[in-house]
């Protein structure tokens, strides 16, 4: 790792050549031409407007749901993870920032007695990469508890947003173009903290009892298909336990692929083609990934 020369006024920190494995929970990629940490929201704009107006940027939380290539990021990677932290409960109301991980953000609310965000818990990334992906667990999903989110443009520019300005469906969002997110608000409601806090725990158990958890992966590779799910259509292929390489389809949990220790970005990507390839071959339906993928081949 290198690290380059501060600019003037700017508070963050600026790493060269910075390899994204430790940043995202498959382990594998190549390295960011430059990664920026911010050190708070006003260094970031800051630093977004020193950037060549063209410049490829990556928004990085927990890397959770993301497959970096071999070859890496040739841009500015932005990691919010570590760096906006805060988490404000007034009322029936959370402000999150975007780098606070899901789970703290349930235990935070359930803990001030506030219900309605213990699905949380079970999403392994920031509260960015939920808003960004809608995501969801045990019933409960993202952004019909959002009161409000604070997006952030290329130019440094914050804007206030509310729900009705994104269209929002499985995984999926879409929103004002080039804007990222900065922060949310949630509505929640007062309740009995401690049942909350007793139904995360509950939540935790299931997900380790059918989720090969303790191994690295990025959760469900495919979204599930209208009507179907995608870990039933690869089981009944009789693909659990294929391998690529180091990559291999979950026999615990058939959407999950695994890095059993070596795996190269390029074997996970392999597997995730001969998997679709499969799908679409015996059960004639198209999966589509969740999984994010950027970067560049080796
Ligand atoms: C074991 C395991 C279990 C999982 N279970 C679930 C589950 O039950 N439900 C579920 O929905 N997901 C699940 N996931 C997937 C993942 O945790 C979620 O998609 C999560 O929301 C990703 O958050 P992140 O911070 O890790 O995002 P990252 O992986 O860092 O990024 C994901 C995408 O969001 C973008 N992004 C990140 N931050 C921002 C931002 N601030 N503004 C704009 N875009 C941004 C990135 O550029 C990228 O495109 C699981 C993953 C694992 C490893």
Redesign the pocket.
């Known amino acids: 790792m290198m690290t380059a020369p501060k600019q003037p006024m700017l508070r963050g920190e600026l790493r060269l050549n910075e390899s994204l494995g430790r940043y ?2 498959w382990r594998v990629g190549g390295a960011a031409a430059q990664m920026y940490l911010p050190a708070d929201a006003d260094d970031l704009a800051q630093f977004l407007r020193t950037l060549p107006a063209d410049e490829p940027l ?9 497959l970096v290539r071999d070859g890496g990021f040739p841009g500015t990677v932005i990691l ?2 570590g760096c906006l932290s805060g988490l404000l409960i007034e009322g029936a109301e959370a402000h999150v920032d ?1 780098g606070v991980p ?1 789970a703290k953000a349930a235990r935070e609310c359930a803990r001030a007695g506030l219900t309605g965000a213990a699905f949380l818990a ?5 509260m ?6 809608n ?3 045990f019933g409960g999903e993202t952004w019909p508890i959002v009161g409000s989110v604070t997006t952030i443009d290329r130019e440094g520019i914050m804007h206030r947003r509310l729900p009705d300005d994104f269209e929002v469906g499985y ?1 999926q969002v879409l929103g004002p173009a080039g804007e ?3 922060a949310c608000t949630l509505n929640l409601a007062q309740g009995d903290g401690t049942a909350e806090q007793a139904a995360i725990r509950a939540l935790l158990e299931r997900r380790g009892a059918t ?1 090969p ?1 303790g191994q690295p ?4 590779t495919f979204r599930n298909p209208p009507g179907d799910h995608a870990a039933r259509l690869i089981e009944v292929s009789g693909l659990k336990g294929c391998r690529v390489g180091g990559a291999e389809v979950s026999a615990k949990h058939a959407n ?1 692929i695994i890095n059993t220790g070596d795996a190269s970005a390029a074997d996970i990507e392999g597997l995730i083609a001969h998997v679709a390839a499969e799908v679409e071959r015996l059960q004639g339906v198209t999966l589509r990934t ?1 999984v ?1 993928m ?1 970067g560049e081949p080796l």
Do not use: D
Not at 61 to 66: E, K, T, Y
Not at 128 to 133: D, W, Y
């Open positions: 995202n929970t990556l928004w990085l939380g927990l890397g959770s749901n993301l919010l993870h975007a899901c079970g999403i392994p990334g920031t960015g990469g939920a808003l960004a992906m995501a969801g667990a995984r990222w997110f900065l989720q958890t992966s990025c959760g469900s999950f969740e994010q950027v």
